[in-house]
């Protein structure tokens, strides 16, 4: 229990260190086997782990510590052990600031999406859009504590998260119109937001692969440190992915590649219960994502994703633990969509008592209620945020709205970083120089 | 491990059988004579194909290639007029090519299976790891999608990876990466992140490596976008093209062939690159065109012997880029010859020969005098036994065949 069980204690408290293989007596210890994530019919938990009473905000944060692998270890004491820690959030300090800047960034997140649904029932964009919300907490608990200059690897429910790190919503908003002042200049779509100023690597659409792009570039920046020697890159990459992308092999894969070199990587785990109409219990043997972290030498951890105080307190510690070059974490998020899985599910399968058990936990409402309760914040000044952000996306509508759609010239611009990739032509000539190929009119 | 000493085992058996003809093929001036030049390496075959008319073209190149690939006639000058060069085998010629680019650019590093400590399945990263260190030659898990994902992350952050399949098939696991993201997100992101990768390795049928091992995955990657794929075929282009795909900005797949890893030839001994997008003039003639790449140009060039010594003058050109096609090169002889052969070592269904043909039968179909021929491999999965295996890939008889009914 040396470095990396300090690595999560700074704010924790051990009550019970259990053993990895006994898996009744951590079901028995932690009153949780028996009804984590409830059945089928009831998912949600009447535990206190899920209740909407604040007053028991400050249980069950779940950290897995490893052991460092000491060569003098013994085989015996060389894996990982669990540990069930009591985060004393009655004692976390948020200011008054960062409280209205998790506020805002939850309520941006929220109207932006809410926004997105009318749009695409006007029909101002089509395709498949996933919206994001109820899941609030977990993209502002994590991203706000992230420089520009860390990466950010998102899936297809990816807006929120691009906002999070500071994508203005005009251009969100513009790329989900398909217009030219989109991010990716209408080019990507809902499922493919990219920012390559704000660091924000995808958008990926396709379950599981976003994971190795993002222990690619956690690569990247150990590579800058160690081979480059640029001393002062401490960058993290942080990866979101679903409960439905944790029985991918990718994620099993990259798990064992991030902790074999302690890449700078952060796997957050948006556990939703639901991927798609497949639910979590009936998809996976184990449904305690948390706990593949500790199988391949990295702590596992599972919070409460519907309590933003708490989702940052462990990003914190997990994103420290990336800088310090002390390797991934990774980290479940328990969590629901509001909504269905996109804006064309007509989401029948799952039990209203469910919705509405989760709907009674919005995260908004929590941290609302938390701030006022701590006299961090007054109805007054959040109404101002509300209005603040409804202001913010009416002008990205506006601004997507009277956006230009991409011209025809638009594309073949970016099939190629060096368009000689087209190739030569008859005549000799690289195809790229044609005017066609400038006009886009050219056939490829 | 079964696989390599297979693999090496080929390769010995085709130097044994195929080797003197090889050699003939890299004759420089070779034009009528390849009879009486016997037994030795001449520095390739570029005077031929310089000669031949490539030069305009290449200046153009020149002109809009800015920092990237050096131009062709100014590599074979330098080459000619100076040093005798030095000889080495195909792979040695990639490790030296791999060698100068990372000695040149510390950006670029190499990720795959066994290429670190091991040296790579076909010795192509051999000595790396112990010169740049382990993170720069990175040994990965056995996890093909996972760590060509890897790479292309590494790519999109700043890195050059040159990413090995220890063999070709094995990326078959990592397609999704290799067509939704290298292919695809230059694109999607609007042309916000680029993707400088090299994806390589051994493909093709070896010798008796069976089905899964002898896989030809040009077919399946070539209607990918974004992606540009090239083929090399000697010691010489094997090295100016791995330089130039790890300059390229674009991802770029580069096959070798397990065959023809111990080909020997005497290269250059400064420093050139190739041009990614250019073919390469492997025989000038006047009767008929035969295109070809990687491997099927020395069952191309064994087939030419005997067509020379049958009074046929075949024109030979290694495609070499596989996606784009130098339709320049390719146009120039169409016209020249008015009759097209093609021999690939690709499935029929959907391979190169058949993109090949549609693109000729698109451009200069009025040049053509007789319907495009297209010689590949058999549509079944590659069987172990020598003697089905030989009945699956062309066979140079055949190709003599082919010509001389084309040219009736």
């Not at chain 1, 429910?157 to 203005?168: E, F, N, T, Y």
């Not at chain 2, 000669?51 to 062709?72: D, F, M, P, Q």
């Not at chain 2, 493909?203 to 209607?223: D, I, K, N, P, T």
């Not at chain 2, 390229?248 to 062939?257: G, K, M, T, Y």
């Amino acid at each position: 229990m040396a470095t990396s069980a300090s690595t999560f204690s700074s704010a924790t408290r051990i009550l019970q260190p259990l053993n990895n293989n006994n898996n009744t007596l951590y079901g028995n210890q932690l009153g949780m086997s028996s009804c984590f994530l409830g059945s089928t019919k009831k998912l949600y938990m009447k535990t206190p782990f899920l209740s909407p009473n604040s007053k028991r905000r400050s249980k069950d944060v779940l950290v897995v510590s490893e052991v460092v692998k000491d060569k003098s270890c013994n085989a015996d004491s060389s894996l990982s052990n669990l540990c069930h820690i009591t985060w004393p959030l009655d004692n976390v300090l948020i200011t008054k600031d960062e409280g209205l800047e998790l506020y805002e960034d939850m309520v941006l997140g929220r109207a932006f999406e809410d926004m997105c649904a009318q749009m695409y029932y006007r029909g101002k964009m089509y395709g498949f859009v996933h919206l994001y919300n109820g899941q609030e907490a977990v993209s502002t608990g994590f991203i706000k504590l992230l420089k520009k200059e860390d990466f950010l690897v998102g899936v297809y429910r990816d807006h929120v998260h691009a906002l999070s790190k500071g994508v203005p919503a005009r251009q969100v908003m513009s790329e989900l119109f398909g217009k030219s002042t989109g991010c990716c200049r209408g080019q990507g779509g809902s499922m493919h937001i990219f920012s390559k100023e704000h660091n924000v690597l995808g958008g990926f659409a396709f379950i599981g692969e976003s994971i190795p792009v993002a222990t690619g570039a956690a690569f990247s920046i150990k590579y800058r440190k160690e081979v480059l020697k640029e001393a002062d890159c401490d960058h993290v990459t942080m990866a979101f992915f679903g409960d439905g992308t944790s029985n991918n092999g990718q994620f099993f894969e990259c798990l064992n590649m991030a902790a074999l070199w302690k890449l700078p990587i952060i796997f957050v785990v948006e556990n939703n219960l639901w991927a798609i109409g497949m639910s979590h219990l009936r998809a996976t043997s184990d449904p305690e994502i948390w706990k593949k972290g500790p199988a391949f030498g990295m702590p596992g951890v599972h919070v409460d994703g519907m309590d933003v105080l708490k989702v940052r307190e462990v990003a914190k510690e997990a994103v420290a633990r990336a800088r310090r070059g002390d390797g991934p974490t990774l980290v479940e998020c328990e969590t629901y969509r509001f909504r269905g899985h996109s804006l064309a599910d007509p989401d029948e399968l799952r039990d209203p008592a469910e919705k509405n058990h989760y709907a009674a936990r919005d995260p908004i409402s929590a941290l609302k209620k938390y701030m006022f309760e701590n006299n961090l914040a007054n109805e007054a000044e959040l109404k101002a945020i509300d209005k603040k952000i409804d202001e913010l996306v009416e002008d990205a509508v506006e601004f997507a709205d009277e956006s230009p759609h991409p011209v025809r010239s638009q594309l073949l611009e970016n099939v190629f970083a060096d368009p000689k990739g087209f190739g030569i032509g008859p005549d000799g000539r690289y195809r790229c120089e044609d005017p066609k190929f400038t006009e886009g009119t050219a056939d490829v | 491990m079964a696989v390599i000493i297979q693999g090496i085992g080929t390769v010995t058996a085709l130097n044994s059988t195929n080797s003197l003809d090889t050699n003939k093929t890299l004759f420089a001036n070779s034009r009528r004579s390849l009879s009486d030049r016997k037994g030795r390496f001449f520095m390739v075959r570029s005077d031929g194909c310089l000669s031949y008319g490539l030069n305009g073209h290449g200046g153009r190149a020149e002109k809009l290639i800015t920092n990237a690939v050096a131009a062709k006639e100014d590599t074979a000058a330098a080459y000619t007029s100076s040093k005798p060069g030095h000889e080495l085998l195909l792979f040695e010629a990639l490790r030296e090519g791999l060698e100068e680019e990372m000695d040149r650019d510390p950006t670029v590093c190499v990720m795959g299976e066994d290429v670190g400590h091991y040296g790579g399945s076909y010795k192509v990263t051999k000595g790396l790891a112990p010169k740049y260190g382990d993170l720069r030659v990175l040994d990965t898990p056995i996890a093909e999608n996972s760590f060509t994902g890897m790479g292309i992350g590494a790519a999109m952050t700043g890195l050059r990876p040159v990413v090995e399949g220890m063999n070709m098939g094995f990326l078959l696991l990592a397609f999704n990466q290799i067509s939704n993201n290298c292919g695809m997100l230059h694109y999607t992101s609007g042309g916000q992140f680029k993707i400088p990768i090299v994806i390589r390795g051994p493909g093709g049928v070896g010798r008796q490596l069976g089905a899964e091992h002898s896989q030809r995955l040009e077919s399946y990657f070539q209607s990918i976008p974004g992606i540009q794929m090239v083929a090399c075929s000697t010691p010489y282009n094997a090295k100016g093209l791995m330089k130039a795909a790890i300059r390229s900005d674009n991802p770029v797949i580069l096959f070798e062939h397990v065959l023809l890893y111990n080909l020997k030839e005497r290269i250059p001994d400064e420093e050139y690159v190739l041009n990614l997008e250019e073919a390469e003039m492997v025989r000038p003639g006047e009767h008929v065109t035969i295109l070809t790449y990687s491997r099927m140009r020395y069952h191309v060039m064994q087939a030419a012997k005997t067509l020379v010594n049958k009074g046929y003058d075949p024109e030979v050109i290694d495609i070499r880029s596989l996606k784009p096609f130098d339709l320049y090169t390719i146009r120039n002889s169409v016209k020249k010859t008015h009759r097209v052969l093609i021999v690939e070592e690709c499935m029929r269904t959907g391979g190169i020969g058949a993109s090949l043909t549609a693109a000729i039968t698109e451009n200069f179909h009025d040049y053509l005098d007789a319907p495009i021929v297209c010689l590949s491999s058999q549509d079944v999965p590659t069987p172990y036994a020598g003697t089905l295996e030989n009945w699956t890939v062309v066979q140079p008889p055949q190709i003599v065949t082919a010509v001389e009914q084309l040219c009736q």
